[in-house]
């Protein structure tokens, strides 16, 4: 498995910085709250592995909550890199909004890229070769807190869809299970990205 | 005779003015909004937070095997001295790779024993982390370590009326101890959610694509148990590396379990082992939960038929539901339909659970 995190703030300004996570957005499912909803979730329909993720991310045992996810087929040619994928034919890729239980955000970036670091080293182990993840810490906003969250990106090539789909599936599994067990603060990184643009 | 039931739609949505012939411990199962799809609802059932199992239990490991020693852990929760032989027990059989822990299993205990009911949770061989409680593997086909249990506390205690309840690969082994035994008191009802039948073609639908996720959580757990095995008897078992790849639940069957059992190859098991033979022989009231949307039992036909001709089967078959699932639409913990329908049929078919 490839996995890597980046931190990717910077703009502030609506619509040319980079991407803001809005975690109570209209379409908030609080499945914290009540993980029974989580059927309201499409996308969960569509790649039901996802509600699984997504009840685990939500679970007692999780430090974290959710706040949107989407699922969507790539082109192979997006995701090719290292290790590739250039025999694939078929890429299943999907997204998952993180924030924080304690304080509902990250205050600091610092926070959240301690918890991407150690979210990575506990999945580096994992072989599953053709899958990738990617942890973006991101500015968040929920409701009147402030701070960092954590976009998280899993995807998984095939030959066709449906091997794809067992592969994003492993991953997401590999995913949960190696969910750090707090977001505690934690040591300043060397790998903040600052971007103005929304390139 | 117990009415039989088939498609849930016919029952709970009955044409104007026809009345619904359902018997009082069926309701309807509506799936949760946004639950209809059978992979969704099994997933969703595994991971959905439950309140948490306080119940308190007394272990033993019971010998049902006197050949090799082979013991079985069971957890079981008693109701008062006075009162116990003349209460209903409930014996809970657990899936493929669960244990008397799992949360299906912690969930109906709870549901059984609030409703007065004495309650044991059975491990199969090797489950619940006793692989040292016995030299051999497990199987579909030990219906008879569910009948020693039975008869073990039966005798004991004097129980007058045990009811058995199993879920997917526990249901296969009910139903089959069920057909074995007719009429036996003092088994008096058997309940068997999404049961695993027809196990070749059980088998062969775990290897589907779209089952491929399910068929490596069974295999992973089985060749992490075949490995403690090989470990805990290295007489007995080859090291985990020298039987080669194994890359379905077909090809564990075939290359370690019919080797270990003495089953000629996977195809003779899943013959030996299946309730589908003894269905039809069943004489005590039995309930079956069966969705129509489950991702991987299969039912054939010809066991289809057999089940809807006995007359002492409530087949109830679903549209939705998903592999033990079914999440309903009902509040709090009344989302779990399918362990609020055994126990209600239980209790129909037991009569007053305060017996004496």
Known sequence: MEVDWEIEVGGGTPGCGAPVIDALWPGFVDLRQNPARIGEIAETAAFPPLAGLLLVLNGPASPLWTSKCDLWEPEAAELAGPGSRESASSVLACYVDLLPLAGQVFAQWQQAEAFCREWVARLASDRLPECRVELIVRQAIAGQAEGFGVTAYLSATGQARSTAAESLAAALDAFAAAIPSAAAPGKAASKLQLKSTGE | ?356
């Not at chain 2, 007394?58 to 116990?84: I, K, M, T, Y």
């Not at chain 2, 089940?307 to 002492?312: I, W």
């Open chain 2, 1 to 356: 005779m117990i009415p039989e039931i088939h498609e849930n739609v016919a029952i709970g949505d009955p044409a104007p003015g026809e009345n619904s012939s359902s018997p009082g411990w069926f309701t309807p199962f509506e799936p949760r909004r946004g639950l209809t799809n059978g992979h969704l609802q099994t997933i969703v059932g595994n991971y959905l937070p439950r309140p948490a199992f306080r119940l308190s239990s007394v272990s033993e490991a019971v010998e049902v095997d006197p050949g090799d020693g082979s013991r079985v852990l069971c957890n079981c929760h008693w109701q008062a001295e006075a009162e116990r032989a003349g209460r209903l027990t409930v014996v809970l059989v657990h899936g493929l790779e669960g244990s008397s822990d799992s949360r299906y299993i912690q969930g109906i205990a709870a549901r059984a024993w609030a409703a007065g009911c004495n309650v044991v949770r059975m491990n199969m061989r090797n489950c619940g982390g006793t692989e040292s409680l016995t030299p051999t593997l497990y199987h579909s086909g030990l219906s008879g370590d569910v009948g020693t249990v039975v008869r073990h506390y039966a005798g004991r205690f004097n129980l007058e009326r045990v009811a058995l309840v199993g879920y997917s690969m526990g249901g296969n082994l009910v139903l089959k101890l069920a057909g074995e035994w007719g009429s036996r008191p003092p088994l008096c009802a058997v309940a068997a959610v999404c049961p695993a039948t027809d196990l070749a073609p059980g088998s062969d639908a775990l290897h589907e694509p779209l089952n491929r996720p399910y068929e490596w959580n069974f295999l992973a757990g089985l060749l992490r148990r075949y490995a403690r095995k090989a470990a805990l008897f290295p007489g007995i078992y080859e090291p985990r590396k020298k039987i080669g790849p194994v890359r379905s639940i077909r090809e564990f069957d075939n290359k370690i379990l019919a080797r270990y059992w003495g089953f000629r190859d996977a195809d003779d098991y899943y013959f030996r082992a299946a309730s589908a033979r003894v269905v039809d022989r069943i004489a005590v009231p039995t309930l079956i939960l069966h969705a129509q949307d489950d991702p991987f039992i299969r039912l054939l036909p010809e066991t289809r038929a057999k089940l809807l001709a006995n007359p002492h089967i409530a087949f109830v078959e679903t549209r939705h539901g998903g592999h033990c699932a079914y999440l309903s639409r009902d509040p709090g913990n009344e989302i779990h339909w399918a362990e609020a329908t055994v126990l209600r049929y239980l209790l129909a078919q037991a009569g007053p659970v305060h017996g004496s």
